[in-house]
């Protein structure tokens, strides 16, 4: 089973897929469909850590490659929790407690070498300083459609650039993986040079 050194990215995220690749990252990717409901009393990075862990497993599971690589990412704004909006409104509601405030990205990821059993997790925080937005940015943004699959409602690299007045830390970490720290724990792993 581990007669080559592919590495697997269990995930189905365009921006992931798009970050690695400019890299220049060779991968392939299976998609993973675990359960990513919180469990009672996780805190945040934790969560992440743990849903990270678990689609690199998922992956490694089902697919014939080396190195698997898991992300989760999550937005915190005032204690909460924020995934993927359920429905508009929701992305509604979630993009007016941004507004106007400074929030926490929160990206983990766990890449784990199958033939050895090595692992490398880690979760990365980058603070994101929203504009006061109008309500009818919000509800013309949320007509893109774009809101839909995001964290928090929005995405960086997108139609929501203009709302974000400033980051602290890793811009790609808002994107959807810290991809400077993913490629050194993939050097770490001997998965790439």
Request: glycine share 8%; charged share 25%.
């Amino acid at each position: 089973m581990y007669e080559n050194n592919t590495i697997i990215l269990a995930s189905a995220s365009p921006r992931r897929v798009e970050l690695l690749q400019s890299a220049g990252i060779d991968f392939q990717t299976s998609p993973s469909e675990i359960d990513e409901s919180y469990l009672e009393g996780e805190r945040p990075d934790a969560h992440a850590l743990r849903l990270a862990e678990a689609k690199a497993r998922d992956a490694a599971g089902r697919t014939a490659g080396r190195y698997y690589i898991g992300a989760d990412t999550i937005v915190v704004c005032d204690g909460e929790v924020m995934g993927k909006p359920e429905d508009e409104d929701d992305a509604a509601r979630m993009l007016k407690k941004l507004s106007g405030v400074a929030h926490q990205v929160i990206t983990a990821f766990y890449i784990l070498d199958g033939k050895t059993g090595r692992e490398i997790s880690h979760a990365v925080r980058t603070s994101v300083f929203f504009n006061l937005l109008r309500p009818d940015e919000i509800h013309a943004y949320i007509a893109t459609g774009c809101p839909m699959d995001k964290a928090g409602a929005y995405a960086i690299q997108g139609n929501a650039a203009y709302m974000i007045r400033g980051i602290d830390g890793s811009y790609t970490n808002v994107v959807g993986l810290p991809l400077c720290e993913v490629v050194e724990a993939l050097r770490n792993l001997g998965a790439i040079r």
